[in-house]
Each structure stands twice: as C-alpha cells, then as structure tokens.
C-alpha cells in the first residue's frame, strides 16, 4: 500500500486488536520515492525482522516504528502480513531526540565514554515527549492483556509509560546495546528516569552478563531495589512488590539464511570475481563497519600499517578491504570521524601501495546482504577491532557464510560475540601490538588449524539463531513455553552434564512441583512416579535430595513423608532441619508479640469471604485465597497488605499463587539455597519449582547449576515443563544419567557412607 500524507487521527478504543506488538524506533520498511515520483514502501528486513516475522504473522501482530521521514504522517497499513503503524516525527524531534539525546548522549555514554557525551536539557525533554509518543500508539492498538516488545535505548522510557497507560499488558523491552558500568552510567542527568522507565518492563534483556549486572547494580545504588541476581524488586505505589527479570539474550543472526546465500554459484562466483579484481593475492582481509567511533577501524589500519612498514606483510600478497558504510552523517562527530579514517587510509595506501597492488581497498558506502555475503566468502581474514559493541552481528554473519568451514575470524573481546565464539582469535584492540601479532598469526595459520576453529565456530552459532533468541525471550516472558508437553531436548542434554557433577544437590519444591496443586493443602501428596525417583537419588553416591518449601516444616515432614536423609526448609528458609533431629528456629519475644497482633488482622479479613483461610507458620501466617474468585482474592490481599503494613511496617512480604504470607523474620528460598549449597558442598545444583517465590532460588543458580520451572510464568529458570508429572520423567532420568556415571567411575552405593557433618 503506497503511503498517504493525510493526518491519523485518535479515535480507536482504548484498546487495540494486536496480541503481539514490536515498538522501535524504526519500522520494518523504508519508505522510497522512485524517479518517476512513484511512492512505495520497500521491506529493509534484518535480524530483528526475520526473527519475529514468523511469530509476529501467527499472533496477528503489529509493529510500530518512525518510518524514517520527518514531518509526514502515514496511515497504518499491511505489510507482508504485519502490520505496519507509522509514528511520526518531526525534524526538531530528529535533531533533538534522534541526533541528539540518543545518538550523542546515550550512545557514546553506553560505549564507555570512547567519545564524550553531550548533555542538553531540550534534548531531554524532547526524548520524553517522543517516548510519549510511541507508548501512546502502543497503548492503542494493544489488544487487552497484549504482549508488548520494546526495543534499544531510543525508546528507555516506553516501558514505564506503557504500563502507566495500560497496566494489563505484558512488557518486554531488549537493550541492542551496551549498558554501562555504574561509575560512567552515574554521569547521566536523567539516570534515575531511565532506569525507572525500563523497569516499567516485566522483562528486561541484555546482550552479555556483564550488562545485566551493570544495570542491577545501577538500580541498587541509584533506587535502593532489592536484587536478586537476575531479579529486580520493584515496589508498587499499593505496597505489592513486582519482580522484573533482567538478564541476558544474546542476539544471533538467521544463520540458515546466511548459509543459503553462501551456497548460490552466482554468489560464489562474484566472491572470484571479488578476488581477481583485487589482483587474486594470496590473503584477503577484511573490516565491515558502520563508519563509528566505537569500531576501531583506526586502531585496525594503525595495526594492518605497522605490519607491512615492518615487512611482517607484503603489499603483494595482502590486501584489506575496508568497507565503512555511512552513518549518522549529520553528527558533527561522526563527520570527524570521516574525516580521519579517509586521511588515515589515503596515507596508508601512499606510503605502501604499488602500481599494481592497493594496500587497503576503502568503501564507503552500503551493500545489499548478497554482496556482503559474497564480500564474506572472498575474504580468508575478518578483523572485528570493536573498542565495545553490544554484540556485533557482522562476526556471525561472516562464520555463517563460511560453509567451507574455512576462514579466521580476529575478535575484539569488547564486542558481544566474543561470549560465545571462544574459537576466534581474540584480541585487545587497543593493545596494537598484541592486535598485529593475531593478524600475523591469522594469516600464517595452518589449514587444519583454521579448519577446525571455524568448524567450532559453526557449530556454536548452529546452537543460538536469531529464532532461538526471540523464543527464548518471548519464552521468558509470555510463559509460552510451558504449553508444549514432554521433556525438551534441550534440558535431556543439560540433565546430563549435571548428573556428570562430582556433588549433585537436588533441590525440589513441593506443592505444584513433586505433588500437584489440591484445593485443601493437608491433602497435597507427592505423585507416585516422583517419589520413586527421589528415593532412586537419595541412594546414589555423592548426591543429596532436599525439599524446599513455603511451608511450615511440621506440614511438609506430614504431607511430603520425606526419607530420613532428605535435607529440609521451610518457610521460605526460616527453618531448617539438616541431618539432625531438630528444627532450627528460635523467636524473640517482640516477634512472638507481633505474631499475635497479625494473626488479628489476618482473621479478621478472612472472616470477610467464605473459602479465606489463614494458615499459620512458625515465624508468621499465610493468607489463602485460591478458593474464592480472582478479584476477590486480589482485593482481600490489597487490603492485607495495607492493614498489616500501617500495623508492622517492619514485617517481610512474600507473594505466591493465591497466597500472602507475612512473617517476622527474613527469609527467601533463594537464601535457603544458598545454604543448602554451602553445607552439602555441592559442585552443582538442581533445583525445580512452580511458584513466584521460587524465582529467588532461580536467580542463584550459576552456570553449572540447573534451574527447571513448572508450569507457566514469568520466570529467569533456564528450562521448563509443564507440569508435575512431566517433573517426575526428568527426575527418573537425572537418576538414570547419574547411576550411569556413578557405575563408568565405579563408586559404589552408598548404604555405609555417613552424611557430612551439620555446618548450622
């Protein structure tokens, strides 16, 4: 559908017909002028494209971005089956919010400062007005209780606006970049509004751990928000604490795409093509970039120049292709920049070049993705110098398109990629040196060495396309992936490098984990399946089972039955009962006292509605709801929360599936874990749960660990099932791979072993 310069006026309903909503600064399509005047809407898919526009088409989603034209409006129209709704924007908003506050405030803040930042009020507050903007059209054409997806830091403040106006929704947001560390993100004016903006979001992504932990620690020492690893607490103006996720996705390329590409003669004859224009010298090199500070391209010329002054390369036999392409070319920054590289460049080829061979083939300018591809396949070298990207996706695109398994990759390990593709030749761009000693080594490299990194290379990138990290996000937060039934591949492959840990710690909730949800919790018993695979684990060598629960520890020792050696915490880790006869757990008087005046409060508003009960625990009570209808239950809670804290404003509030629970003491299963680990010395741990409060052992968990949710919900567990029964099936395999290890290794069974010694 061509574009129309008519104005979009207001007036849908407040809500929208789109379950599935992208918001981000660009559309998917640019928006073209032929020659003849003709005016039409052309598809620039990349990444984020590819990766979405299966799903985007099944959900009938929508997808909401400038469409890169300032001061025109356009209706919203179908494309390729999504549809496209155009915000608009003007040139002041360009200037100020585009050019200015995102693109020379927060770019260069979030790439560590390599160029300096500006500061400027108006491009603030034109920053808010245009975030304001696009939550507006998001909000309106949402459908109720729509999943909306924000994406990278043009757009910070959506996510809290977006909930401001529509708290029903489901809020993602995706940070393409870095985010910094605290001491340079501390510089930012407008800190602390950005970080409450993007925690308006249930779920927060980041390319790398190391981002993921800037902006926790940023949230802690800006906000005063609780933390728990990958789990930020985020107080409601009623009291209710909401848990957002932050952790990290690293983004990945539509590898079969590439690798498609690669394999077209025609392509693979313009790669030839490609070589024999540049003379067929015996190394090709190669730098793709946008024309930015934060590539390195300067560091990489210093370095390619250094290398052939000191004879270490020969002009005759190498040659690096440079492609820059244009980028924010109104940015007196980036005008500089231009500037520089071209002197650099012109200098380099004077002082080296000959008649017959150029030094450095320099382009500046873009190319269509079957170009890059072939650019990719004609070079045996791809320098990646990056001074710190968020991932740089040119590093996958060019091992994708080696289906020769062929070919070295030089790697900044300020980039992103460098995470995941160990087997590149990775380098300190800043250190000139080291940089030209990996390219000497690049070029030198024996066939079957480069050949068996590139392989490795390939295989790695195989195991996370750019589908794998929309699912695995979208996954996370729509709890989608709780639908299918079976246990997924995925997690068979985790159980067993686990069950190979030499001291496993399983730790399981009860209620919804070993034992299904029952209306009367004293009824609540442990599917038979599940038992008999705890008890298969309690017997093997070097293993250890607990059970870690919200509930009291008399309540759980009656209804879960656990066998003697079974290690046990309840209440949310308040008590404990370790190899040893006895529960730890010693009150004080003034929480004996306040004990009292909330088991007041609790019965009286549970007298309110038939099917309320309170359940006590020995450090506090629970208020049940679960057999009254959802609003009721939810507004019995509200008014819980409000009683006991204007009463006992000191007291810990723990929020679970129709539950409240209220308790003198600190406690979190998260803690209880932690213990667990520490007491039992466990070099791995396995722990499964279905509950919000379980989110607290999840965020834990290390890379060894293994964490499985049951059912659905947000959550930061690396896997997940369905159901209890499906928990069982993992439980009889992680046996399985466990005795298989313990019998390769040839331990015994350990019927005479003695516990190890109470720690506590």
């Keep these: 559908m061509s574009p129309t310069t008519e104005s979009h006026t207001d007036t849908a309903a407040p809500t929208g017909d789109y379950s599935l909503v992208v918001v981000s600064n660009r559309l998917p399509v640019d928006y073209v002028v032929d020659d003849d005047g003709t005016e039409r809407w052309r598809s620039s ?75 400027h009020r108006e491009w603030w507050e034109s920053y808010q007005a245009v975030n304001r903007r696009f939550a507006a059209v998001a909000a309106r054409v949402a459908a109720p209780g729509a999943t909306v997806w924000v994406q990278d830091y043009q757009l ?75 789990v930020v607490e985020v107080p409601g103006q009623d009291g209710d604490l909401r848990r957002v996720v932050a952790t990290n996705f690293p983004i990945s390329i539509d590898v079969a795409g590439f690798e498609e590409l690669a394999a077209r003669p025609e392509i693979q004859a313009r790669a030839r093509e490609i070589r024999e224009g540049l003379g067929n010298p015996e190394t090709v090199m190669l730098g793709v970039d946008r024309l930015d500070y934060t590539k390195g391209i300067g560091h990489r010329l210093k370095a390619y120049g250094e290398l052939l002054a000191q004879h270490r390369l020969d002009v005759e036999n190498t040659v690096l292709v440079q492609v820059a392409s244009p980028s924010r070319e109104r940015v007196a920054t980036y005008m500089t920049l231009r500037d520089e590289i071209e002197l650099q460049v012109g200098r380099l080829n004077g002082d080296h070049s000959t008649l017959s061979h150029t030094a450095i083939a320099y382009l500046h300018q873009a190319y269509p993705r079957e170009e890059m591809v072939a650019l990719y396949l004609a070079a045996d070298i791809m320098l990646v110098t990056a001074l710190r990207d968020g991932m740089n996706l040119v590093a996958k695109e060019y091992v994708a398109s080696r289906i020769n398994n062929d070919g070295v990759l030089v790697l900044s390990e300020f980039a992103g990629a460098s995470d995941e593709l160990k087997q590149a030749l990775l380098i300190n761009p800043h250190d000139i040196d080291g940089l030209k000693d990996a390219i000497e080594q690049a070029v030198r490299m024996p066939k079957k060495e480069r050949r068996k990194r590139m392989k490795s290379l ?46 496993l710690l399983v730790a399981l909730d009860f209620d919804g984990t070993l034992a299904p949800h029952v209306d009367r919790p004293e009824e ?84 309110r509605a038939e099917g309320v009960w309170v359940e006590r625990k020995p450090a506090g009570f629970a208020l049940h709801t679960r057999l009254v209808s959802a609003p009721v239950g939810q507004a019995l809670q509200r008014t819980a ?47 499964a749960g279905d509950d919000v409060t379980d989110e607290n052992a999840f965020a834990v968990q290390g890379a060894d660990d293994l964490s499985l949710k049951i059912g659905q919900g947000i959550t930061v567990a690396g896997n997940r099932v369905r159901g209890p029964e499906e928990l069982a099936e993992v439980l009889a395999l992680l046996a399985d791979f466990r005795t298989a290890n313990a019998e390769a290794l040839g331990r015994a069974h350990p019927e005479a072993t003695e516990p190890p010694p109470a720690r506590f």
Excluded: C
């Design 641 to 687: 929360r409000g009683e006991v804290s204007s009463v006992l404003p000191s007291l810990t509030v723990l929020e679970g599936k129709n539950v409240l629970e209220f308790s003198v003491r600190d406690g979190n299963k998260g803690d209880a874990l932690q213990r667990l680990r520490e007491y039992t010395d466990a070099t791995s741990v396995f722990y």
């Design 156 to 230: 910070q403040l959506v996510p809290a606006m977006l909930r401001a106006l529509r708290p029903d929704l489901v809020i993602g947001f995706f940070n393409h970049i870095p985010f910094p560390p605290y001491g340079l993100y501390s510089q930012l004016p407008w800190r602390k509004q950005i970080l409450e903006g993007l925690l308006g979001a249930d779920v927060i992504g980041f390319q790398r751990v190391a981002d993921a932990g800037n902006f926790t620690r940023a949230v802690r020492r800006l906000l005063g928000y609780t933390t728990r690893h990958t």
């Design 458 to 503: 390939r295989k790695r990138l195989r195991e996370n396309n750019v589908s794998d990290w929309a699912k695995a996000f979208l996954d996370i937060l729509t709890g989608r992936a709780a639908i299918e039934p079976g246990i997924p591949d995925g997690l068979v492959t985790k159980l067993r490098e686990v069950a190979a840990t030499p001291r």
């Design 45 to 119: 898919p990349g990444g984020l494209v590819t990766a979405l526009e299966p799903v985007m088409r099944e959900s009938d989603g929508a997808w909401v971005g400038w469409a890169g034209v300032a001061d025109r409006e356009f209706e919203p129209f179908e494309n390729d089956g999504i549809s496209i709704v155009p915000v608009a924007l003007s040139t002041l908003d360009v200037e100020r919010y585009y050019e200015g506050f995102s693109n020379d405030t927060l770019w260069p803040l979030y790439h560590d400062v390599i160029a300096p930042p500006s500061y």
């Design 524 to 607: 609540a018993r442990s599917l038979e399946s599940a038992r008999d695979a705890v008890m298969r684990l309690v017997a093997l060598p070097d293993t250890r089972v607990a059970f870690v629960s919200g509930r009291a520890l008399v309540s759980l020792e009656q209804v879960a039955e656990p066998p003697e050696s079974v290690l046990l915490t309840g209440s949310h880790g308040i008590e404990m009962k370790l190899d040893q006869p006895g529960i730890s757990l010693d009150l004080l008087g003034e929480e004996i006292a306040q004990l009292a005046t909330l088991a007041e409060i609790l019965d009286g508003i549970a007298a």
